[in-house]
Every structure is written in structure tokens, then in C-alpha cells.
């Protein structure tokens, strides 16, 4: 025998959330962080990113600032670009960039034989970019990390969560020692969902 | 000290799989569900998909003859559209259909008191479906549930795997009790990514 909850749609979302904080208890995140932790488990169903989200100290602050001065955010497929909320981000001035599909991205990949993800990456670094947000493809993280380190790129915050087997956990390993901003979950979960989640909580805090 | 794996773009998800073989061993699903089985371990990096994906016996069958008959797939949000393969489903004559966003299901989810995902699948029953593929909205699953109880609706297959904390799981056992073709993973965990994985599973099937 099931039995479904009685709710309000407009309550489901916060109803959800007191459930989540019910059944983590008292985490050792700051709130903003928390923010993000609790979105991400929204997200996914999932409470094994309480303890796999990283935060540089810096993550929270610098992403809320690069929102609130109108700069553009950066995806790697076009999933994440359906799930930011628009609505939210175009209020602060900024849009959401996308350029996996692109005819010269696919041209670029090819000549370079690289992945589309990675010359994706190359061809956004002069596009206003203050939040980077990864959650499908390693090696589209790499390319970013790589890009900052040679002094070409330098966007506010790297959201970097690829999911997968071949070099996700290493690409998350890799931006969990950097010295700039950035939040990432260790070990093989992610995707788009948590990306999505993680610049949506900031936009909510913003 | 992080190593990477050096492989060629092309075989990032061939050696994804095999990894994902190597590790889950012999399982009890047949090669068709167990190509659904392991995109939704690959999309996710959760091996716990193995244990919590059902299928109804017809469930594969039914998703293909849809498939090649050329009709077309329902989804409860618009990430969902931007992650089937359009390449693959148009080559069949399909196409994705998600109205959680239109006008007039905004109009009617407020004249209504219900959810927006509700109305949305109210307004899609004369679409010629043949998948319904919902990864995030319980009361999207409800809904299709009760209109093909009440003799409104006939998908050929649900695939159902709203993810969350208020009504997911309950909806996706209700679902699994059912005598027509479903996919739905038990308990909390689901989401728009293994919505997509499975579909886009069987387009390759197809």
C-alpha cells in the first residue's frame, strides 16, 4: 500500500528541504555552502555529496560577485544551459554560454583531435565568462584548468562535477588542489544535475 | 599525484562501459535492459542503478516498436529535450515534445492548483506518444498514471524516474505495480539524466 503525500505544489520544494536537513543533521558547511550541499542532494536524491562537495573558501564569494556583476556563465553541454534558471540570471545581466554544438567548435575538435567539449572550452575564454560550470565532461574541466594555468583564461569560480569512469575523478582530484575558487564533488558521481544545482543555489543566494 | 588516462575522444564511452562491465560483473537483466542499465551507471557513476532499475517484461520491446513506428517521446522538462539524441529520433520520424513551459499549461496548472509538470501531461495526450520519459517530476508521473487508468492515455511505454523527497519514491513503486510497459528505478535517486540514458539506450537499440 502507498501512500502519497498531500502538498501544496508551491511547498514541495521547501518541504523537500526540511526533509533533507532532518535526515543530514548538523553538517560542518557554512551556510552558503550548505545552500548548495542541500540543492545538490535536491537534485539528485542523493546524501553521498554531504560528504563529496569541495569548496575553495573563497567558492561562494567570488561566484556571488561574478553573478551580481553581470558576467556569463559557461557550460559544457546543453543540458545544463535548459537547467539554469534564465529567469534569475538575465535579472543580474548575464546569460548562460554554450558552445559544444557549434559548427566551428566541431570544426576545431576535428583538426585538433580533441574532444568538442575541449575545444568548447578554448573557443569561450574572451566571452565574459565568471562562472565555469562542468557536470559532464572531464575533459572539458581539464581544458579550463589548463587555460588558467597558461594565463589565457580566468574566470571568478570553476564548478567543476564531471561524472563518469575515464578521468572524472582525476579532473576533480586536479581542481580540489588549486589555489583559486572552486567547488567540486570527488569520486565518479556528478553530471548536470549537480552543476545545475550548484549555479542555481548561487543564484538564489545572489 | 593524479594520472590520467590517455585515450582517444572516440573511446571514452567504450572503455566507460567496459570499466562499468568489469566492475558490476554477471547481472540478471537480458542484453537489452542491460544496455539501459549500464548508460544509467554511466550517466550517473552510481552503480546502485544496478540493484534499484525494473523493467516490465515488455518494457524494451514496446519502448523499440514505438520507437520505429515514428512516434513521438514526452518528457516533463526541458533538460530532459536537450539530452535525448534528436539525431538518432528524427531519423525514425519522432520528435520530443515538453509543454511544462507554455503558456497556456501555466494558465491552466494555476486554474487547476496543481503543478505545472501535471498540466503538462494533461496537455500532451493527443501527441501520438509513444515513450513517456519523466526524471524529475513526481506529479508529472502521477498524472500520466491516473490518465492511463482513466482510459485517456496510452504511451506505449512509461518510463518513469522522478527523482526527490516528496512523492518520488512513492510514485515510482506505484508505477513499478503496473501491467503495462514501464522503466522506473525504486527509491529516491533518478533524475533527468537516467530519464535521458534510458531513452537514449533504446534509440540505439532501435
Do not use: W
Request: aromatic letters at 6%.
Amino acid at each position: 500500500m502507498v501512500t502519497l503525500q498531500q502538498i501544496a505544489p508551491q511547498e514541495i520544494e521547501a518541504e523537500s528541504f526540511r526533509i533533507i536537513e532532518r535526515e543530514l543533521g548538523p553538517t560542518a558547511f557554512s551556510p552558503e555552502e550548505f545552500a548548495v550541499v542541500r540543492r545538490t542532494i535536491h537534485a539528485t536524491g542523493d546524501f553521498s555529496f554531504a560528504e563529496n562537495l569541495r569548496f575553495h573558501p573563497q567558492a561562494v564569494t567570488t561566484g556571488l560577485a561574478a553573478i551580481r556583476a553581470g558576467k556569463n556563465i559557461l557550460v559544457d553541454v546543453n543540458m545544463a544551459a535548459s537547467g539554469i534558471s534564465a529567469a534569475l540570471l538575465t535579472r543580474f545581466g548575464g546569460r548562460v554560454i554554450c558552445r559544444v554544438a557549434e559548427a566551428d567548435t566541431v570544426a576545431m575538435a576535428k583538426q585538433n583531435g580533441t574532444t568538442r567539449s575541449d575545444a568548447a572550452m578554448a573557443r569561450s575564454i574572451a566571452d565574459n565568462i565568471g562562472i565555469v560550470a562542468i557536470g559532464n565532461a572531464p575533459t572539458a574541466l581539464l581544458k579550463v584548468m589548463e587555460l588558467i594555468e597558461q594565463g589565457l583564461f580566468a574566470p571568478n569560480l570553476v564548478i567543476g562535477v564531471p561524472v563518469g569512469f575515464v578521468n572524472a575523478s582525476e579532473s576533480k582530484e586536479l581542481l580540489a588542489q588549486k589555489n583559486y575558487p572552486f567547488i567540486t564533488a570527488l569520486g565518479r558521481k556528478g553530471g548536470t544535475p549537480v552543476a545545475v544545482a550548484a549555479v542555481n543555489a548561487l543564484l538564489r543566494l545572489a
